[in-house]
Nanobody, 126 residues
Framework: QVQLVESGGGLVQAGGSLRLSCAAS????????MGWFRQAPGKEREFVAC????????YYADSVKGRFTISRDNAKNTAYLQMNSLRPEDTAVYYC???????????????????WGQGTQVTVSS
């Protein structure tokens, strides 16, 4: 069992930056692939980024590639999403999630994740 709590969301102007954190409970955090997803009003939840248990592999949605960076600190049981050059279209509730799925080809599919946080709101003003 893993419990996830996101923080770091807020209101920022276009072009600004935010760093989201995802704190995990439990002793097995390092065995999970961690993902970030987002859901804008009226839209489906979508993949943003994910990172393997040892940080060796990271994947990004095309829409955030080059602007967002996912990382993790297994000693602190925390995953991060650094978001730079934010745009109004990045406005959404951001969720972190955890999966033990080994097949990295499936890490972008939200229904492959076993545990989810409650989400943190990110609002980017133009």
């Amino acid at each position: 069992q893993v419990q996830l709590v996101e923080s770091g969301g807020g209101l920022v102007q276009a072009g600004g930056s935010l760093r989201l954190s995802c704190a995990a409970s439990g002793r097995t955090f390092s065995s999970y692939t961690m993902g970030w997803f987002r859901q804008a009003p009226g839209k489906e939840r979508e993949f943003v980024a994910c990172i393997s248990w040892n940080s060796a592999r990271t994947y990004y949605a095309d829409s955030v590639k080059g602007r967002f960076t996912i990382s993790r600190d297994n000693a602190k049981n925390t995953a991060y999403l650094q978001m730079n050059s934010l745009r109004p279209e990045d406005t959404a509730v951001y969720y972190c999630a955890a999966t033990r799925l080994v097949n990295s080809n499936l890490w972008q599919e939200l229904n492959r994740y076993d545990y989810w946080g409650q989400g943190t709101q990110v609002t980017v003003s133009s």
